[in-house]
């Protein structure tokens, strides 16, 4: 069913996109693409004390690609770099078939539909795949802008 | 004589339905529906003299090979050719590669030019890149006008120098259908020495197609775009061009003689066909060019012509749709890329799909394109000979839910 894909909060996410536009001086600034269909998300953090201080998004796509992107902006703001590298291990596993935690992944949860249309996961998982990139080039020490492609996860 | 109307009789997946609704096929710029008489062909194959083709003395293997060359011939002569130089490939990508490889890295020198045009699939863009990479050479472009998505032809023979060796056209755009003067590009390309690549994928199916008229060097199409099987396409080229090149791939049925320390290869087209081959779905090629042929082309041109002018009538009236592409339909065929404001591309795909209404949805594999055209997607409904003005009504219908559904009002 398309209302399964389309939960009332993923629409109001793409049409009231939270923590949107750019964030000059970020620690991490990621490109996310999607090969397959084009979407393109920039993501940006400021990190202070170890913990995302802010994150914000720009991006071109999808209802679900921008909700997505949008919820986690909202999701991870505040967390620590682990625990939101942590969220989004689960929100991937989630994607991927996994029963959710509702009380670790909240309102994401409502993106588990998206799981029966196989082609839009990717669309889902994009500004995950682009969070865990930016925080591996964080801590590696090369904060520049970097690319990461929802590709090269399954 | 029109496409009669019973065609669709002819297409077993177009008799089903999706949850109870009537399957509406508008996507045959990706692949097209085949007709019965291609599956029976496959299967009459593997049922009754499925044998290797070339080499067998028994008389299925015999069979076999008359077949597959009988296949070459009709589908030769579907593009004006000769069949000694049509050579079966996996399909377009595969055809276009051979040309790179083959020719391109026989003929193709460091500081020698390719011109492209941003109109490209991605096959007929990528493997010009990796031979420009490979051999120093320098890839230019020749760019779209974004306004009605014909070429800037304005800048050909600027672009065209004494060493522009290869240039690369699709006939037809996969996206905004525009029909590009091939035959006037491969004239001026001509002039300055270089040999022409036509990417013949979106027009050989759709439109009759003639190698002489084209007045190209090489011509690569895919089957299973114009009722044939997948896996298997063709790549015609000029017979002194084909001698001229080396192998692409090395091993059995493209060999005259082996030595421990080389050998020596046939003549084309049989050189470019090493392996054994993909006998059966080459076979349904046949089929399928005999099924167009008794159609007509003129005629599936003339249907397309007359659906692509309904349907750009038809989406004018839905508010927020914007199409791409030359308006005229004697220009273009009929691939339809647009945008509904307001809603993503993959979101009206999705919706559509509810509907029972397939199209596509993305960047077609023309990224270039739609940057050009200021975009990073398009949805895409694509017409073929067993399309009717009923299958665009349901795409209206289809889109005025979506508009519904994602609350846009009006």
């Given amino acids: 069913m398309l209302q399964d894909l389309y939960r009332e909060i993923i629409l109001d996410h793409y049409a009231h996109p939270?923590?949107?536009?750019?964030?000059?001086?970020?620690?991490?600034?990621?490109?996310?693409?999607?090969?397959?269909?084009?979407?393109?998300?920039?993501?940006?953090?400021?990190?202070?004390?170890?913990?995302?201080?802010e994150v914000r998004f720009e991006g071109r796509g999808?209802?679900?690609?921008?909700?997505?992107?949008?919820?986690?902006?909202?999701?991870?703001?505040?967390?620590?770099?682990?625990?939101?590298?942590?969220?989004?291990?689960?929100?991937?596993?989630?994607?991927?078939?996994?029963?959710?935690?509702?009380?670790?992944?909240?309102?994401?949860?409502?993106?588990?539909?998206?799981?029966?249309?196989?082609v839009r996961i990717?669309?889902?998982?994009?500004?995950?795949?682009?969070?865990?990139?930016?925080?591996?080039?964080?801590?590696?020490?090369?904060?520049?802008?970097?690319?990461?492609?929802?590709?090269?996860?399954? | 004589m029109p496409i009669p109307l019973d065609v669709r009789a002819d297409f077993p997946l177009l008799q089903r339905s999706v949850d109870g609704k009537p399957l509406v096929y508008l996507d045959s710029a990706a692949t097209s529906q085949k007709p019965r008489a291609v599956l029976e062909a496959l299967q009459r194959y593997y049922e009754e003299y499925n044998a290797n083709v070339h080499r067998g003395l028994y008389r299925i293997a015999e069979r076999a090979t008359l077949a597959y060359e009988e296949a070459r011939a009709k589908v030769a002569a579907f593009v004006g050719a000769r069949p000694e130089e049509l050579v079966f490939t996996r399909g377009t990508t595969e055809a276009i590669n051979l040309v790179a490889y083959a020719w391109g890295d026989a003929f193709v020198r460091a500081g020698d030019e390719v011109?492209?045009?941003?109109?490209?699939?991605?096959?007929?863009?990528?493997?010009?890149?990796?031979?420009?990479?490979?051999?120093?050479?320098?890839?230019?472009?020749?760019?779209?006008?974004?306004?009605?998505?014909?070429?800037?032809l304005d800048a050909?023979?600027?672009?065209?120098?004494e060493r522009t060796r290869i240039v690369a056209v699709a006939h037809q755009s996969n996206v905004v259908g525009t029909i590009n003067p091939v035959r006037y590009i491969s004239e001026r390309a001509h002039a300055v020495?270089?040999?022409?690549?036509?990417?013949?994928?979106?027009?050989?199916?759709?439109?009759?197609?003639?190698?002489?008229?084209?007045?190209?060097?090489?011509?690569a199409f895919s089957g299973h775009k114009m009722c044939g099987p997948t896996g298997i396409g063709a790549l015609w080229g000029r017979r002194e061009l084909l001698e001229a090149m080396p192998p692409f791939h090395g091993g059995g049925e493209m060999i005259e003689r082996v030595e421990l320390e080389h050998s020596t290869y046939k003549d084309?087209?049989?050189?470019?066909?090493?392996?054994?081959?993909?006998?059966?779905?080459?076979?349904?090629?046949?089929?399928?060019?005999?099924?167009?042929?008794?159609?007509?082309?003129?005629?599936?041109?003339?249907?397309?012509?007359?659906?692509?002018?309904?349907?750009?009538?038809?989406?004018?009236?839905?508010?927020?749709?914007?199409?791409?592409?030359?308006?005229?339909p004697e220009l273009r065929g009929g691939a339809l890329a647009f945008t509904l404001e307001g809603v993503h591309p993959h979101d009206v795909a999705q919706v559509l799909d509810?509907?029972?209404?397939?199209?596509?949805?993305?960047?077609?594999?023309a990224q270039p394109l739609h940057r050009a055209l200021g975009l990073t997607a398009t949805a895409r409904a694509s017409v073929y000979l067993y399309n009717t003005p009923e299958d665009i009504d349901a795409l209206v219908r289809g889109l005025e839910r979506v508009r519904a559904f994602f609350g846009l009002s009006g």
């Fill in chain 1, 18 to 53: 939270r923590n949107r536009g750019k964030l000059e001086g970020a620690d991490i600034a990621v490109e996310g693409v999607n090969p397959s269909c084009g979407d393109e998300i920039s993501l940006y953090a400021r990190v202070r004390d170890g913990r995302l201080e």
């Fill in chain 1, 62 to 118: 999808c209802s679900i690609s921008q909700a997505s992107a949008s919820m986690m902006t909202e999701a991870v703001k505040g967390k620590s770099l682990d625990a939101a590298h942590e969220l989004a291990e689960e929100f991937k596993a989630m994607m991927h078939g996994q029963v959710p935690d509702e009380g670790r992944l909240g309102d994401l949860v409502a993106l588990q539909g998206v799981r029966r249309f196989p």
């Fill in chain 1, 122 to 154: 990717k669309c889902a998982t994009l500004a995950w795949v682009a969070l865990q990139q930016g925080l591996r080039e964080y801590a590696a020490g090369r904060p520049a802008r970097v690319v990461a492609s929802s590709e090269d996860e399954l």
């Fill in chain 2, 115 to 152: 011109l492209v045009t941003e109109m490209e699939h991605h096959s007929n863009l990528v493997p010009w890149q990796l031979l420009a990479q490979r051999r120093g050479a320098r890839l230019r472009v020749l760019r779209v006008r974004p306004e009605d998505g014909t070429l800037d």
């Fill in chain 2, 156 to 161: 050909l023979d600027r672009l065209l120098t």
């Fill in chain 2, 193 to 219: 020495g270089a040999v022409v690549v036509v990417d013949g994928a979106q027009s050989v199916p759709h439109m009759p197609v003639r190698v002489g008229e084209l007045g190209c060097d090489f011509l």
């Fill in chain 2, 268 to 328: 084309p087209p049989h050189r470019f066909e090493a392996g054994t081959p993909n006998i059966a779905d080459a076979i349904a090629l046949g089929v399928a060019v005999e099924y167009l042929r008794a159609l007509g082309m003129e005629a599936v041109r003339e249907h397309e012509k007359a659906l692509v002018r309904y349907a750009m009538a038809q989406l004018a009236e839905v508010r927020g749709v914007r199409l791409y592409g030359p308006k005229d």
């Fill in chain 2, 354 to 365: 509810e509907q029972g209404v397939c199209v596509r949805a993305g960047h077609h594999c």
